[in-house]
């Protein structure tokens, strides 16, 4: 009688079968760790570096003159310069295609600079030199400091070089933006408010010297301030800070940025949803181009906001 391995069944089969498994399961994990490497090649080499996403809405202003009808204001914002491979390249990119539109003004909600080992002085240079273009341009340009800047102590450097150039820093306060043209009209009043996120804003003094019916615009860097301002005191805000998520995976929150910041989860990108905020206000929260923690954006591309104003 012939032995049972030598008719080809008992151990040899089963031994087949598990050295199948294991090759598949060897190739499923060869194919996740593929996807994974290009994800992550996505996100660190393409996406913050080649893709810009220039999205356009419209705001309806009460008491807008008509000489603003389908005037521009552009936004960009979270610039994060000293970051460890900082997006200095897209920041030119922006600027260059700010430039180019040529907007009644610009608007820039803060986190100018990041953590980094180079000298404050040395960044805040970095910075001026890169949004130089705008002021050389003769635009009109405003902007608001945010959490980082206060959290590297650079804010006075920043203002003290803003102003030196042209740019004109509001911590919680008001300033009115020039009649498109020269135009003799009435002005629009921009409202700066400080960063939430270090205890820096102040809706309410930003503003304290704005007419009650005087159209205008708010800035702020944090989303979470726009429920503290009153009703119709903001027809359009924009914020930055979120990064819209910089690795905003679907289904996968918790992986993002936003898992580090539970208060921002509600307005993370985009407009705010009804509700949020008082009534006859509404909020824009844009990407804004640099990073956070790690220099990668996945779905959640840099971007440059244009607002295109109409009177209500």
């Known amino acids: 009688m012939a032995h049972p391995a030598a008719r080809g069944d008992g151990a040899r089969p089963g031994g087949r079968g598990r050295r199948r498994l294991r090759r598949v399961g060897t190739g499923l994990v060869a194919v996740v760790i593929a996807l994974g490497l290009l994800v992550a090649g996505y996100g660190v080499a393409?996406?913050?570096?080649?893709?810009?996403d220039e999205r356009r809405i419209e705001a309806r202003v009460p008491g807008l003159g008509p000489d603003w009808d389908g005037a521009q204001v552009m936004v960009f914002s979270d610039l994060q310069v000293g970051m460890w491979w900082d997006n200095t390249s897209m920041i030119e990119r922006v600027v260059e295609r700010t430039v180019s539109a040529r907007p009644e003004a610009v608007l820039l909600p803060g986190d100018f600079l990041y953590q980094s080992e180079?000298?404050?002085?040395?960044?805040?240079?970095?910075?001026?030199?890169?949004?130089?273009?705008?002021?050389?341009?003769?635009?009109?340009?405003?902007?608001?400091?945010?959490?980082?800047?206060?959290?590297?102590?650079?804010?006075?450097?920043?203002?003290?070089?803003?102003?030196?150039?042209?740019?004109?820093?509001?911590?919680n306060e008001a300033a009115v933006v020039p009649a498109p043209g020269g135009a003799p009209g009435p002005g629009l009043f921009l409202v700066g408010v400080g960063p939430a996120a270090v205890g820096e804003a102040?809706?309410?003094?930003?503003?304290?010297?704005?007419?009650?019916?005087?159209?205008?615009?708010v800035?702020?860097?944090?989303?979470?301030?726009?429920?503290?301002?009153?009703?119709?005191?903001?027809?359009?805000?924009?914020?930055?800070?979120?990064?819209?998520?910089?690795?905003?995976?679907?289904?996968l929150s918790r992986w993002s940025y936003l898992g580090?910041?539970?208060?921002?989860?509600?307005?993370?990108d985009g407009f705010a949803p009804a509700?949020?905020?008082?009534?006859?206000?509404?909020?824009?929260?844009?990407?804004?181009i640099g990073f956070s923690l790690l220099p990668v954006r996945i779905n959640a591309p840099p971007q440059l906001l244009t607002i295109e104003l109409h009177p209500a």
Not at 119 to 140: C, G, Y
């Open 46 to 52: 393409i996406e913050p570096r080649l893709i810009l």
């Open 118 to 171: 180079a000298s404050i002085q040395e960044r805040v240079s970095d910075v001026t030199r890169l949004l130089e273009p705008l002021t050389a341009a003769e635009i009109p340009v405003y902007a608001v400091m945010g959490n980082h800047d206060y959290a590297v102590e650079a804010v006075d450097e920043l203002t003290a070089a803003f102003e030196e150039h042209g740019i004109e820093v509001l911590a």
């Open 202 to 217: 102040d809706p309410r003094a930003a503003s304290d010297d704005v007419p009650e019916t005087a159209p205008r615009l």
């Open 219 to 251: 800035m702020m860097h944090n989303p979470t301030t726009f429920p503290e301002l009153a009703a119709d005191t903001a027809p359009m805000a924009v914020a930055g800070h979120t990064h819209c998520g910089q690795i905003a995976l679907p289904l």
């Open 260 to 268: 580090l910041t539970e208060e921002e989860e509600l307005v993370a």
């Open 275 to 288: 509700g949020y905020g008082a009534e006859g206000n509404e909020m824009y929260v844009t990407c804004g």
